[in-house]
């Protein structure tokens, strides 16, 4: 495969198509006429390949050829499984590295990964325990007879596998048993977080931390525009994660910001018992009966750890007197819960960047897998840039490539007018810029939804992209984009693009058509 040009102007970007996870490579020209690569995540759920044999290793193969072996900047949106496992990928035949092959110059990460941000670490402490607590249950499950195939245990596994970027909690138990022997002087949870920084999703990204020189760059939404060192007419916005507890933990749309639900989705009822949307007509009995969302979102975590832990835990505040009360399988089985939400705490925790191109400002926005609170949260941010005041609102309405979040899950795109006071997908690509969106969806969906029963996407919001961008959505799993019947020949034959097995190649020119 030759190298990756850079464009005249612009940005060339490559999408992985490796299976359910993100891997974008971008390409763009210095002032010296040589070419700044950019990589933005590289992973993907584990047996999700898209084509057999199209393995990690192949695609950083062809990343280390594409750049000649260098990157300039590394940018980890946030630390899940199919964001960040490839740059733990061993070569299969020397089991090193393989980005060990690469030349890194920049690590891009959030503010959570500071160490030195008092919030950043707060943040982390909750992560641990909650993994930890996770981690037990799944143990406790073990001992009352559950198999490991059982409905009760799989999901939680498969969760963890998630969080952990390894087979369950099994790593993290035997590596934590290791730390006890070998340390036994730290406490509990100095050894545990020990096991926890060495689990793969963690790893990875030590291993680029230790692959630069220097400090990462920890990118934060206050602060102003970052550049890109000799690159001129480019700048990168910083969004998201939001600095916020509450939106970092409000992980639903609400009321108008959902997309539609697919006629066979089976969260249908359950959403019904909520009390909302006032115009519910799913709804199966009297609002007066009905539970808030809002209300389940504020207080499920206080529910599953304070109401279970005292009432229902194997050693209740209560005593002795209410064993009978300890029903212990049950209670653990709303761990799954607890794991699915932390799995969405932490996609709310990705980077979200903006990459405007300045000659015509058109924006490429890369959201990770932001969810509710992160969208929330971009809507009054503001910068002044060389003497002029730049808004959300307007960085969103000159955005022309849109990386839809979490395969196209429901909870990561809202819907919404162009009027509401939140940011939303008619935000995006408004006016003059309305003719040139494009998005991608990174996604294998037959795998999600056979193996996972996942709608990725969630088909409403895949046809309101389409709808957007007059047919032009790529999806990773899809081989060729197909003309619309109401789009003109004319019109396509603009739409120029890369399609191969490997990966999908599109350019945005900072020029006007």
Not at 210 to 217: K, L, M, Q, S, Y
Request: hydrophobic share 35%.
């Amino acid at each position: 495969m030759p190298r990756m040009q850079a464009p005249e102007s612009g940005i060339t970007v490559r999408m992985y198509r490796q299976g359910h996870g993100d891997c974008f490579l971008l390409a763009m020209r210095k002032t010296d006429g040589s070419a700044f690569y950019t990589l933005i995540d590289c992973g993907l759920w584990t047996n999700s390949e898209i084509k057999p044999g199209q393995t990690m290793d192949k695609i950083i193969a062809d990343i280390a050829e594409a750049t000649g072996n260098r990157l300039d900047i590394v940018l980890v949106t946030h630390e899940h499984m199919d964001h960040v496992n490839g740059f733990a990928e061993k070569d299969p035949a020397t089991r090193r590295p393989c980005f060990d092959a690469i030349e890194i110059g920049e690590l891009w990460l959030s503010w959570t990964e500071d160490e030195e941000d008092e919030f950043a670490n707060g943040l982390r402490e909750h992560f641990h325990d909650t993994l930890l607590a996770l981690m037990g249950a799944d143990e406790r499950l073990e001992r009352a007879g559950l198999a490991i195939d059982s409905p009760k245990r799989a999901m939680l596994r498969d969760l963890l596998s998630f969080e952990t970027g390894e087979d369950a909690a099994d790593g993290l138990r035997e590596r934590l048993k290791e730390i006890r022997r070998r340390h036994p002087a730290l406490s509990a949870r100095e050894q545990a977080v020990l096991a926890i920084e060495g689990i793969t999703n963690k790893r990875a990204i030590k291993y680029l931390r230790d692959r630069i020189d220097g400090d990462p760059v920890f990118l934060r939404p206050e602060h102003e525009p970052y550049p890109l060192k000799g690159v001129e007419g480019v700048r990168v916005y910083a969004l998201g994660p939001p600095r916020d507890a509450e939106l970092l933990l409000s992980l639903e749309p609400r009321g108008e910001e959902a997309f539609g639900l697919s006629a066979d989705d089976p969260t249908r009822s359950l959403l019904a018992a909520t009390t909302d949307d006032p115009e519910n007509s799913g709804r199966s009995f009297d609002p007066r009966f009905g539970i808030p969302r809002k209300e389940i979102e504020k207080g499920r975590d206080r529910f599953l750890k304070t109401f279970f832990a005292e009432h229902y835990g194997p050693k209740g505040k209560r005593g002795a007197a209410e064993t009978w009360r300890q029903i212990d399988t049950d209670w653990l089985a709303g761990s799954e819960s607890l794991a699915l939400r932390l799995n969405n705490e932490v996609n709310n925790t990705s980077l979200v960047v903006a990459i405007e191109l300045t000659e015509t400002g058109k924006v490429l926005l890369f959201t990770g897998d932001a969810q509710r609170g992160s969208w929330i949260s971009w809507s009054p941010l503001k910068w002044t840039v060389a003497g002029r005041l730049v808004t959300a609102r307007e960085l969103l309405g000159r955005t022309i490539f849109y990386k839809a979040g979490h395969h196209g899950s429901h909870n990561a795109t809202l819907d919404g007018s162009v009027d509401a006071d939140y940011a939303n997908i008619s935000w995006l690509a408004k006016d003059a810029f309305r003719n040139d969106f494009v998005a991608v969806i990174p996604a294998n969906t037959r795998w999600a939804n056979e193996k996972k029963e996942w709608e990725h996407p969630r088909a409403s919001i895949e046809a309101r992209l389409k709808q957007k961008a007059r047919g032009r959505v790529f999806r990773s799993d899809i081989d060729h984009i197909e003309k619309p019947e109401d789009v003109s020949d004319t019109e396509w034959q603009k739409f120029n693009r890369v399609e191969t097995d490997l990966f999908f190649e599109y350019t945005i020119p900072d020029t006007l058509a």
